[in-house]
């Protein structure tokens, strides 16, 4: 048999191992669920900052868009600035253009300038390779050819004959309606526009355009300002040079 002192004392240290043990176990869930709540914590501040992050992301998403947007304006705007100043410059060239033919036709009053001229206007402003100047005789029943360029010397038109006859007779400027002309009388297949030279409602002359240069698409709007200029300015120029065209200069 084993004695009661020894046994009880063995019973005690169990329990007591035992309390230990549980303290022990008690303090070290005691410690995770502190440590639990801790990361929980950081989880909810993390979520937090998270949120935070991504209200902050949408804001310079936004930002961004909104920047997008500005600079997809402001480029357009620019393109706009950019089109707009190359067509005030082509204006000016235009005008500028308009003034010096203006006055170059008005600078002379010797024939063969005048004309020299007129053919300048046509060759480098408006393009036209073939051209004929036309003035009315002295009774405005003919058109007599004055000066050609590319192109052989017609024969005396009578007016109210033909396109370029039509034309001179209305007094209203000419257009062909496709590139290759209106077709008519032979010396009249080619014709892209005429002009007929008008003082007052009296026309005295006529410029008749045939071929225009390979890279001359068709006419533009500036081209019929000049051919509005030309009906005038020209038909000025050429009335008041010297000397005019009469019937006794009129081919046989």
């Not at 989880?43 to 992050?53: E, M």
């Not at 947007?69 to 393109?79: H, K, P, Y």
Request: hydrophobic share 40%; with cysteine.
């Amino acid at each position: 048999m084993r004695e009661p002192g020894a046994g009880e004392s063995y019973v005690d240290r169990v329990r007591a191992d035992t309390r230990q043990y549980a303290q022990e176990l008690l303090g070290e869930n005691e410690r995770l669920r502190g440590m639990l709540a801790a990361l929980g914590e950081q989880a909810a501040a993390l979520r937090g900052q998270l949120a935070k992050a991504q209200e902050e992301l949408g804001q310079y998403r936004d930002r961004d868009s909104r920047m997008q947007e500005q600079l997809t304006r402001a480029e357009l705007d620019s393109r706009r600035f950019a089109e707009r100043y190359v067509e005030v410059e082509r204006e000016n060239s235009n005008l500028a253009n308009l003034y010096v033919a203006s006055y170059r036709l008005h600078s002379t009053l010797d024939r063969s300038e005048v004309i020299g001229v007129i053919h300048e206007i046509l060759a480098n402003l408006v393009g036209c390779e073939e051209a004929v100047v036309l003035e009315a005789s002295l009774d405005g029943s003919v058109l007599v050819p004055v000066s050609t360029q590319g192109i052989e010397v017609p024969r005396p038109i009578a007016v109210g004959q033909g396109l370029i006859g039509r034309t001179a007779q209305a007094g209203e400027i000419y257009l062909a309606p496709s590139r290759e002309g209106a077709g008519g009388a032979a010396e009249e297949a080619t014709l892209t526009a005429c002009i007929p030279l008008k003082l007052g409602s009296k026309v005295v002359g006529a410029l008749a355009l045939f071929r225009l240069l390979p890279q001359k698409s068709g006419f533009e709007p500036i081209d019929r300002e000049l051919f509005d200029l030309l009906a005038t300015h020209a038909a000025v120029a050429l009335y008041c040079s010297v000397p005019r065209v009469g019937q006794a200069r009129l081919p046989a």
